[in-house]
């Protein structure tokens, strides 16, 4: 019966599977499969509950973020409120700027206006003075011409006047 079996067996494939799985068990005892195996197993291990604790880590970054954000949308409204608000108050103020700016240069040159009509009189009147003065001043030397008993009247009278400062 044993010789039937080693018959069958060198008859069949079973002989080479038999070499076969010989050679895979040698293999997997001699290159510790087993240790590699569980040496992979905690390798993905590890790498899972790191990939967890990330995860974890990551979810309460997200949290702090969304809460961040939440309020953002409530800063930026008080933000562009200020900002609003600042820019009525300056803008106002630079009104109020420009109308005094504007006063005081219609002020100023009404002032102006009045202290040039002021020097165009004075001007007109000192000419108009110089004009009566010459015209009178041709009357004058035309009467004498006209009238010389005149002449030696005013003379007379200009001695007159003199003997009485003199004396």
């Given at each position: 019966?044993?010789?039937?079996?080693?018959?069958?067996?060198?008859?069949?494939?079973?002989?080479?599977?038999?070499?076969?799985?010989?050679?895979?068990?040698?293999?997997?005892?001699?290159?510790?499969?087993?240790?590699?195996?569980?040496?992979?197993?905690?390798?993905?291990?590890?790498?899972?509950?790191?990939?967890?604790?990330?995860?974890?880590?990551?979810?309460?970054?997200?949290?702090?973020?969304?809460?961040?954000?939440?309020?953002?949308?409530?800063?930026?409204?008080?933000?562009i409120k200020q900002s609003e608000a600042n820019a009525e108050l300056?803008?106002?103020?630079?009104?109020?700027?420009?109308?005094?700016?504007?006063?005081?240069?219609?002020?100023?040159?009404?002032?102006?206006?009045?202290?040039?009509?002021?020097?165009?009189?004075?001007?007109?009147?000192?000419?108009?003075?110089?004009?009566?003065?010459?015209?009178?001043?041709e009357h004058i030397i035309n009467e004498l011409n006209n009238n010389?008993?005149?002449?030696?009247?005013?003379?007379?009278?200009?001695?007159?006047?003199?003997?009485?400062?003199?004396?």
């Amino acid at each position: 019966m044993f010789e039937t079996v080693l018959d069958f067996i060198a008859r069949t494939n079973l002989f080479n599977f038999i070499i076969f799985a010989g050679i895979i068990i040698f293999l997997f005892v001699k290159l510790n499969v087993m240790g590699v195996l569980n040496k992979g197993t905690q390798d993905v291990a590890a790498k899972i509950d790191n990939s967890e604790t990330a995860k974890d880590e990551s979810e309460i970054k997200l949290k702090t973020i969304e809460d961040k954000v939440a309020n953002l949308a409530q800063e930026v409204d008080s933000i562009i409120k200020q900002s609003e608000a600042n820019a009525e108050l300056v803008g106002g103020q630079i009104l109020a700027d420009a109308n005094k700016s504007a006063d005081n240069i219609k002020t100023n040159a009404l002032k102006l206006i009045e202290n040039k009509t002021g020097v165009m009189k004075n001007d007109i009147m000192r000419r108009a003075s110089l004009a009566s003065v010459e015209v009178a001043r041709e009357h004058i030397i035309n009467e004498l011409n006209n009238n010389p008993e005149l002449h030696n009247k005013l003379i007379n009278e200009s001695v007159e006047a003199i003997n009485e400062v003199e004396g």
